[in-house]
């Protein structure tokens, strides 16, 4: 451990006097160095990510890098409240049932074969990540998965591996679906309708390929499945399986949780209608719907405070978003952006495909929301080039969710899920077991949203 740290300080030292050398000053080599520590730190500790982010950020300031008015500013408070009001809602819906419902729905379909069941968990996990997160909806599509598997007798991995691709695809289509989706709206400017004309399509486009992908791969386990169902008969599963009816309070919960995804969907025109700043509505309506829960059910408002709102993670996002602020503050990511559009002549193009492939090369190493935090702030200084920003966004969203799928730590819902599954079934899943078809489908997405991005006029 020791080593590895004495190695994280080597490389931050080694950037702040690179950074002098080029011709940084003293400020924006600082700021570079010590957030490169804290990302290094989080690669390699991860487990003590919070203490890098708390010590890289108190650095900053002692050192005057920044002062205490814009670590506030760049924290991104707004998106932190924004998570904090979902993570309270979808407390409600596991509450309410909502989930096992949705699972058992899964469950009773008549005439199941293997093919179908693929379609099935690829489409429930891409659809759910997008309507609520990646992580919470993997939890869930994991349960169904083992209850199927459990009862033919076929070992669950092929298919957990499956969800959990769809699952990072699905996240991109919607600003829900990922915290990488809300923070690149917030400070993009991209609404929630431009999430649905110009990402859901590509989603879909993308879950596709990947369906067809993994069909192809798993082909010797899902006849293995088809024939076990054959063998058994869906009947005598249906008859097994217990079947969870939608309650009076889980309709309570998903009218609420409705309501609040339908003002989220047309928050830019409620904006506009009320004279309200961008992103006012989006981002306080979900604190209006989880005060009315709290107040609804007022015995059980700590738990969802306390319990179901991740404040670790929470915490971490804030501190690193401040960090990355630095960058901007600084003037270091001017820099950058700067000697990238002259490495790429100043070709959207080239910008894009630098953009998409160096997120979804990161992610697939490092947590995706570090990652973009740390970019977001290298697009805001393409604004000075007279460059349009707008591909480049969506190049960032989609490289931070697709490459995701490359490794087995790439998101939060890959190693969530391969948690469970060595919890509950003992099975580990090898690096290259994942590798492979990970690395597969992350190219094969990301080509696609390659061509789409340069040559599809909408996004230009």
């Known amino acids: 451990m020791l080593k590895k740290l004495i190695f994280v300080a080597a490389i931050a030292a080694g950037l702040f006097f690179l950074s002098l050398k080029i011709g940084l000053n003293l400020s924006q080599a600082l700021s570079i160095s010590i957030f490169s520590f804290s990302i290094l730190g989080t690669l390699f500790f991860w487990s003590f990510r919070l203490t890098f982010a708390f010590l890289g950020t108190s650095v900053l300031l002692i050192t005057q890098t920044i002062d205490l008015d814009n670590v506030v500013k760049f924290s991104s408070l707004e998106v932190i409240l924004f998570l904090v009001g979902m993570m309270v809602l979808v407390g ?234 630095t960058l901007k503050y600084t003037g270091a990511t001017d820099v950058l952006a700067k000697k990238l559009a002259g490495f790429a002549g100043n070709s959207l193009p080239v910008l894009i495909g630098i953009v998409l492939w160096i997120s979804t090369i990161g992610s697939s190493i490092l947590d995706n929301v570090v990652l973009v935090a740390a970019f977001i702030p290298v697009i805001q200084s393409f604004q000075g080039l007279n460059l349009n920003l707008q591909p480049l966004w969506w190049a960032l969203l989609f490289g931070g969710c697709f490459g995701g799928n490359i490794t087995l730590v790439g998101s939060t819902a890959n190693i969530v899920a391969l948690g469970i599954l060595e919890k509950e079934k003992n099975i580990r899943v090898t690096f290259f077991r994942w590798f492979w078809v990970g690395l597969t489908v992350g190219l094969v997405t990301t080509c696609v949203v390659w061509l789409i991005l340069i040559f599809t006029p909408i996004y230009r």
């Open 92 to 325: 409600l819906l596991k509450d309410s049932g909502f989930f096992a419902w949705i699972v058992s729905l899964i469950l009773r379909l008549k005439n199941l074969t293997a093919n179908k069941f693929l379609i099935i968990i690829s489409v429930i996990s891409g659809l759910l990540a997008c309507a609520i997160d990646e992580v919470t909806s993997i939890i869930f599509v994991v349960a169904a998965i083992f209850e199927i598997c459990d009862y033919f007798e076929v070992e669950p991995t092929p298919f957990l591996i499956i969800s959990v691709l769809a699952t990072n695809i699905g996240s991109s289509g919607t600003v829900l679906g990922n915290p990488i989706g809300v923070l690149i709206a917030t400070k993009s400017g991209l609404t929630f309708e431009d999430f649905i004309i110009k990402a859901f399509p590509v989603m879909l486009l993308c879950l596709i390929v990947a369906i067809l992908i993994v069909k192809f791969w798993y082909r010797k386990p899902l006849a293995e499945l088809d024939r076990k169902m054959k063998e058994l008969g869906a009947n005598d599963m249906l008859i097994k399986l217990i079947s969870i009816p939608p309650e009076k309070e889980l309709k309570i919960g998903l009218s609420i949780f409705g309501a609040t995804l339908l003002s989220i969907a047309f928050h830019h025109r409620l904006e506009v209608l009320w004279h309200l700043k961008p992103n006012t509505v989006l981002l306080t309506i979900p604190l209006i719907s989880s005060g009315l829960v709290m107040a609804w059910k007022w015995q059980k408002a700590r738990d969802y405070i306390e319990k179901d709102v991740e404040w670790w993670t929470l915490l971490f996002f804030l501190l690193l978003f401040a960090q990355a602020g």
